[in-house]
């Protein structure tokens, strides 16, 4: 049984470029939410999908953006990345929206600007 | 809005010792609560949760009982070994959030035999 894949596991950008992460849920799960851990922090929820659509978002910037695909996975896409933009991106997936469901975590993809 | 408070870290214990981390939430609604654990090289995993007052999670010898008179949710384990060693992280999920989980900011546990 697969769990929540991503890829790449490191990135390096310059300041200024895009960069695009990807995520595979765990199978049978068909909601994707994606978090932001800054070092010594917990994770703080960027936006989750559902049925393909954003239906929550936290306190971040449009320059942060998604997609869900027919397939349950997704990506997160950041523009004009800033320095404060280097953290730990996490994908976690569940079933359904319901509160009690919990997340099944990735290993995340580590993203460092310079 | 949603808010997680843990005792801070890092924490360091005998192996056998009795371990008690302390985690206080603020919510609207009546939340879910979760512990998460990030052993070293590792993703998050669920540790255990609670979805109802006066519900106690368990698991791997831990437990946390969800308090709602005090807004708490303990993690506690009666005798710590090397092997728990890790992050452990206080979450919850609120129904007038659903899928939005509020982390707290972790506390290292470091056991040592």
């Known amino acids: 049984d697969a769990g929540v894949t991503q890829s790449p596991t490191h990135l390096i950008k310059t300041r200024g470029q895009q960069v695009t992460l990807r995520c595979s849920p765990k199978?049978?799960?068909?909601?994707v939410s994606w978090y932001q851990q800054a070092l010594g922090q917990g994770p703080q929820f960027i936006f989750q999908?559902?049925?393909?659509?954003?239906?929550q978002r936290g306190n971040f910037p449009d320059r942060f953006s998604g997609h869900q695909f027919p397939n349950y996975s997704s990506e997160l896409n950041v523009n004009a990345l800033l320095l404060g933009d280097s953290a730990l991106y996490l994908c976690a997936s569940s079933l359904g929206q319901g509160a009690n469901s919990p997340l099944h975590f990735g290993n995340g993809t580590r993203l460092t600007v310079t | 809005g949603n808010s997680v408070t843990q005792m801070e870290g890092p924490v360091t214990l005998s192996e056998e010792a009795f371990l008690t981390i302390n985690c206080t939430y603020t919510a609207t609604g009546y939340p879910s609560l979760f512990w998460y654990v990030q052993y070293p090289g590792e993703g998050l995993q669920l540790l255990l949760k609670?979805?109802?007052?006066?519900d106690k999670g368990s698991n791997k010898g831990f437990e946390a009982t969800y308090r709602k008179e005090t807004t708490s949710f303990h993690l506690e384990k009666g005798s710590v070994q090397v092997s728990d060693s890790a992050v452990y992280f206080c979450?919850?999920?609120?129904?007038?959030?659903?899928?939005?989980?509020?982390f707290g900011d972790g506390t290292t546990l470091t056991v040592k035999p």
């Open positions: 999908y559902y049925e393909e659509e954003e239906r």
């Open positions: 979450a919850l999920s609120s129904d007038t959030n659903a899928g939005k989980s509020t």
């Open positions: 609670a979805t109802k007052a006066d």
């Open positions: 199978s049978g799960h068909d909601t």
